[in-house]
């Protein structure tokens, strides 16, 4: 009997995971391919665009091969993909140079540029997002003014995914959740903002086709099936972005839903019927994998990148990195709910959402010399959760109701912080089998559904298994409540010291 399966490709910042899925939901098998990201200069950041097809060709054949799928029983190749890129190609999908990703923040000046012409919050009623250098409007805006010999040979400016559908099919797409990401989009009509591109002076031809995530933008071509080793005509889905297939993985589509990812990074993202505008700003929308639904997101900017900090720092005299977290984990498990008054404010690489503040910097109040290495490890587990917290109550003041949490990520492996997420934010925490899969799955589905195999992603959702349930213990979540203010206070008493301080930085 002939079976079904999917191939979703996760292009992230550090290498492409590309996954097989069965129709059922079923993980099949993965490989790993990595590449470098490059660092010219103070605060840019590139990849080189053929790296990434290079892995898609490399790690396609290997899991074929890996897992003895017949590449006939393949039928549709779909994708999750690093977002708020800026990758200029010519006519005939050629790129002019290396891809700008996310982590470049060279065009400040261009971001304070549509501050001024449009303002911060109209922009921000249009896209549903901050102005920032982030995102990809600032850096073709950079491009324009920099390399204008570049700028004027280019066709269509593509996201990481885009290129490498792209190169499978001979065709110029986006999907709505990457088109979020570009500063340039309006949410709510789903279509470019004529006022943001006149501001900056882009062309709207340079965009490529907008997409929602499960369509079907064509076939595999006779070269990239000698490429790959997929068979030609193979469909190919766009997907979207790696943050709403993350959502989409662990089965966050309806309005009660959330999920909590700790990578370096960290972030609440729920789902939502309608766009949601923060009046402070201080969370952000996509467009969902489902393209009738929204996904408000806020990301803090260390949080993992917290816990992996104090954990070198502290324990660097063990042996390896594995025992580093094992004795940590087991020491902050000794510690009480606030870690024994501690405070721990989680700003090591200054703020986004809750805070917004580029300034901010990590602190430890409250310290004392009856403290312990594992007080100080508990008190960044609290500190990241409290951070998150703001951002859940931003959600919930909204309107938008969370009835339970999904973790996902490094972080999320640690059974104590997850504990201290559910007695924190009060909530159930629920864990899936796998904490690396979702954002893969959630691509896999996008495909699945483009091709027939899913009817809609209410059948999707059957995929998503739990594994673990947390709950709160009504004892330590009293006290959280009750030490959660001073956690705000400590930051509001020391923005001017920020203010101060970054002279000196």
């Keep these: 009997m002939r079976k079904h399966y999917i191939i979703a490709h996760d292009i992230g910042t550090t290498g492409n995971k590309a996954t097989l899925y069965a129709s059922t939901g079923e993980l099949v098998g993965s490989t ?36 003895n799928v017949p590449k006939e029983e393949v039928e549709a190749v779909s994708f999750s993909g690093q977002m708020l890129g800026c990758l200029l190609v010519d006519q005939v999908g050629e790129p002019l140079g290396n891809a700008i990703i996310w982590a470049d923040m060279r065009a400040a000046e261009q971001a304070e540029f549509l501050n001024r012409e449009i303002g911060m919050e109209n922009v921000y009623r249009i896209t549903g ?13 950079w491009m324009k003014q920099h390399q204008p010999d570049v700028f004027k040979k280019a066709y ?22 990457d088109a979020c990401g570009t500063n340039c989009f309006n949410l709510v009509s ?3 903002s004529d006022d943001i591109l006149a501001a900056w002076q882009i062309d709207k031809d340079l965009f490529p086709e907008l997409h929602a995530s499960t369509d079907v933008i064509g076939g595999v071509t006779a070269a990239a099936s000698q490429q790959t080793g997929l068979l030609e005509g193979t469909p190919v ?21 959330a999920f909590n990812y700790i990578g370096s990074s960290s972030w609440v993202a729920t789902a939502s019927n309608k766009p949601i505008f923060d009046p402070d700003m201080k969370t952000y929308t996509w467009v969902h994998l489902d393209p009738t639904k929204y996904s408000p997101n806020g990301t803090m900017q260390c949080g993992g990148g917290s816990m992996q900090w104090v954990t070198r720092l502290l324990y660097q005299n063990l042996k390896d990195e594995s025992t580093m977290y094992e004795v940590m984990n087991a020491e902050a498990a000794q510690s009480l709910p606030t870690s024994r008054g501690l405070v721990y404010l989680p700003y090591l690489m200054g703020e986004r959402s809750p805070r917004w503040n580029p300034d901010a910097r990590g602190v430890f109040a409250g310290l004392s010399i009856t403290h312990t290495r594992g007080d100080m490890a508990r008190s960044v587990m609290e500190g990241v959760a409290y951070n998150l917290k703001v951002i859940l109550d931003t959600f919930q003041n909204e309107g938008t109701p969370i009835n339970h949490m999904w973790v996902l ?6 059974t104590l912080w997850r504990q201290i997420l559910a007695d924190i934010y009060g909530l159930d925490i629920y864990v899936p089998p796998y904490l ?19 009817q809609d992603f209410n059948e999707a959702q059957a995929w998503v298994e739990r594994k673990y349930v947390h709950q709160p213990e009504l004892r330590a979540q009293n006290i959280y409540e009750q030490f959660f203010p001073l956690f705000n206070e400590t930051y509001k008493q020391l923005q001017p010291v920020y203010e101060k301080l970054k002279v000196f930085n």
């Design 129 to 141: 997002h901050r102005i920032s250098s982030s995102y990809s409007g600032a850096k073709i805006s």
């Design 156 to 177: 269509k400016v593509l996201q990481a995914k885009d290129y490498l559908v792209y190169k499978l099919t001979g065709k110029f797409a986006t999907d709505y959740s």
């Design 436 to 454: 690396d899969e979702a954002t893969s799955m959630g691509a896999a589905m996008a495909g699945a559904v483009g091709v027939g195999l899913l």
């Design 237 to 257: 889905v766009i997907g979207a972005g790696d943050g709403v297939c993350a959502a989409a993985g662990v089965g966050v589509f309806n309005e009660g839903e």
């Design 190 to 192: 789903k279509a470019w």
């Design 32 to 67: 790993l391919y990595k590449y470098e990201t490059l660092y010219p200069y103070t605060g840019w950041a590139e990849q080189n665009p053929l790296d990434w097809w290079e892995a898609v060709c490399y790690s396609t054949r290997e899991l074929l091969e890996k897992t």
């Design 409 to 414: 990520g490094g972080g999320a492996k640690s």
